[in-house]
Every structure is written in C-alpha cells, then in structure tokens.
C-alpha cells in the first residue's frame, strides 16, 4: 500500500464528514444501485451518471460534427450524416475514474464515489478510425483532441471539457462515436446528440456532447488532461495519466438491508452469491470469495464474457457456518496478471481505487 502523507496536501480533507460542496455533487451526479448487477445490460436510468458542469442546450437539427486541424480535408457532419454511415453496436462497460475516493483519508474534495460510479449499456454509432482517415492525417499528428459542449470553471479556468487520446488509441476499431445507449437516441445527460466512447477508459476519456474533433501535432496540455485525472501524491508532481480501467470485481449484497446502514442480514443456510467482474486489460480469469474479511478465498464459477468490453458474470454458493457477524469479500485477476489489492492504494487525486469490496453480513438463525 503506499505511503500516505503526514499532512492532507491542499484540496483533500481528513475528515469523515461529507462537505457541502460534496453533498452537492451527489444531488447531480448518481452511481448504480449494486442490485443492478444482476442486469446483463444496465437499465438506462440506473447507469452511472458524471456530469461536470451543465448538461449543454444542443439545437439538434443545426447540430455539427467538426473535424480539423492538422487534416488535409476538414469535414463537417449532421447527426443524420452520422446515421447514415456504417453503424456498430457493442456492450460496452463504463467505470469513473473517482470510484471509491470517498474511501481515501484523506480525500479529495470531488465527487465522494464508493463503489458504485459503473455501469454496461448497449452503445450504438459509428467508427471513428474511418473518419479520421477521409479527413487525411498530416504525418506530424500525435494527437486528437475531442472537444465537448459542457463549459465551466475548474482549476482557476474558464473552459470547455476537452481530453485527447494518442492516435494509435483513438484509431482502435472499437472506438466510437455513439449516438445511441440501449436502443433509445442518447439522454441528455450521457451525451446528447453524440459522445465519443473508448473502450476499456475510465470514463472521463470518452466525451460528451461532442462537437470537435481536432488533430495535434503537439501533446494536449488541456486542463483534464494534465491538470486533473493524474497518478500522484502531492500537487507539485506531474504524475502518470489515468487511462485503463483497474481490475476491479462487485457482489450483489446478499439478503436485506438496515435501512440507514445498509447492513445486510441473511437467513441460515445456503445462501447464492453473484456479482460481476471487469477490467481494462483483457478478460477476467479468475474471481475469488472470502467470507472471513479476506483471510481465506475460495473461487467462485465464472462465466465466459458476453462481449470483448463489457463485465463477466460470476457466481458461488456460500454455507454460513452458524449464525454471527461475517465480511463478505470478492476479487478478481484478470489476463494480464492483475489482482484486485485488500486495502485501497491512495493517491492525491482519488483516482482508480480498486480495492477489494467487502460487504458486512448478519447471518439470523
């Protein structure tokens, strides 16, 4: 685990108290109810929701796409010109990069996330990789740079949403540019009328309300590019980029909940758990189950994914030895070795905190 700093560097706090201003995020900003786990595919109102300023008035009938900058050839496209090109529809998993920062001391004051800023929805659109080769690519891009509608305030500037994504990544044949979730026309508040979606990212990556799209020949410096979503311990390092989603695994928490706490209860006997597991570099291979806090794992039964980008299920049967207080416990490998850690590792910015969940259980006799 690192080590954490003897004093909260600015723009964190020690206490265990929610703040006002944090207390305001949560009124706009919604994670998944973790009984959602049991969906295949999220409903469309239970998927996470992160918004950073206002959700943008989009007039969509004089709505364009732009594309330029280092181009040979600047295009500008309708959301009807969109439509009307080849169309791919792929399940595709969603996490926030803050998940779990609420469980940092100290943390930073931002959106105060637990566990459950997720979600997997059935995203159609169009690629993106054919786009940029009918614009023409000068040979000195580096970058591409999506630009968003949304504007506001963040770190002392005045700016639109922007991130860029290495033209290697954004050429990927799965990246798209979306304009439907489910099978409906885009909400509003996941993009309306179209946002770009890059598999395997945490979500900042993939912008909303989409109404640029430029080629660099020089790294983006952009406030949410090297301002914010950064690996680091103290604000005056330049820390590594947050980019793939962390092996991460969740439960359906078993039995019923105290309503204030949400402390579950369980009858004596066989009891089935299931949950999901997920992870930015390459399937899952493994989610083990510990009832003793993590002390001891058992695995669990997991199914075969459902699509290249989108949660595995898994599944196991739990025999409460007697009635009493247990921790439920799961985590996950996945192909390239990655294993979920017991305790959260902290960084300043509360990023990609995947510790293990544990679900505190009553079993009643």
């Given amino acids: 685990m690192t080590t954490r700093p003897s004093e909260a560097p600015s723009g964190t706090t020690e206490s265990d108290q929610i703040t006002r201003e944090e207390l305001q995020l949560t009124t706009r900003n919604h994670g998944m109810l973790l009984e959602a786990l049991r969906y295949d595919v999220t409903p469309l109102g239970m998927h996470y929701v992160l918004v950073h300023y206002d959700i943008p008035a989009v007039d969509e009938p004089t709505w364009q796409l732009q ?9 500008q496209l309708s959301l009807a010109d969109l439509r009307a090109r080849p169309r791919i529809v792929q399940q595709i998993t969603m996490e926030c990069a803050g998940t779990g920062r609420a469980r940092l001391s100290p943390r930073a ?6 566990h ?3 979600g997997n929805a059935e ?3 169009t690629p993106l990789a054919p786009l940029l080769d009918e614009a023409g690519l ?10 968003g509608l949304d504007r506001g305030i963040e770190g002392g500037h005045d700016q639109v949403y922007e991130r860029s994504l290495p033209i290697t990544e954004a050429r990927r044949e799965e990246v798209v540019l979306a304009y439907e979730m489910n099978g409906q026309p885009l909400p ?14 945490y979500g900042m990556t993939s912008v909303k309300w989409l109404s640029r799209i430029t080629a660099v020949s020089e790294r983006f410096e952009g406030y949410q590019q090297t301002g914010a979503y950064l690996w680091r311990q103290h604000p005056d390092e330049q820390g590594e980029p947050v980019d793939h989603i962390a092996v991460r695994s969740l439960m359906i928490p078993p039995g019923i909940p105290e309503f204030l706490t949400r402390h579950r209860y369980v009858e004596r006997g066989p009891c089935q758990l299931s949950g999901r597991a997920w992870s930015g570099s390459g399937p899952i291979v493994r989610v083990e189950l510990s009832a003793d806090g993590g002390r001891s794992w058992t695995d669990t039964l997991l199914c075969q994914p459902i699509a290249p980008h989108a949660w595995q299920a898994w599944t196991s049967t739990w025999q409460p030895p007697g009635i009493g207080d247990y921790e439920l416990c799961c985590r996950a490998t ?3 070795g990655n294993t979920q850690p017991l305790q959260p590792v902290w960084n300043l910015g509360g990023y990609a905190v995947n510790a293990v969940q544990r679900v505190p259980v009553t079993v009643r006799g």
């Fill in 109 to 114: 004051l931002s959106q105060p996330w637990l």
């Fill in 188 to 201: 509003p508040q996941h993009g309306l009328p179209l946002r770009l979606l890059v598999p395997g990212w």
């Fill in 334 to 336: 996945d192909a390239a």
């Fill in 116 to 118: 459950e800023a997720i």
């Fill in 67 to 75: 594309i330029g900058g280092q181009v040979r050839r600047r295009i």
């Fill in 138 to 147: 000068l040979d000195d891009v580096v970058e591409i740079v999506f630009t």
């Fill in 123 to 125: 995203w159609a659109g």
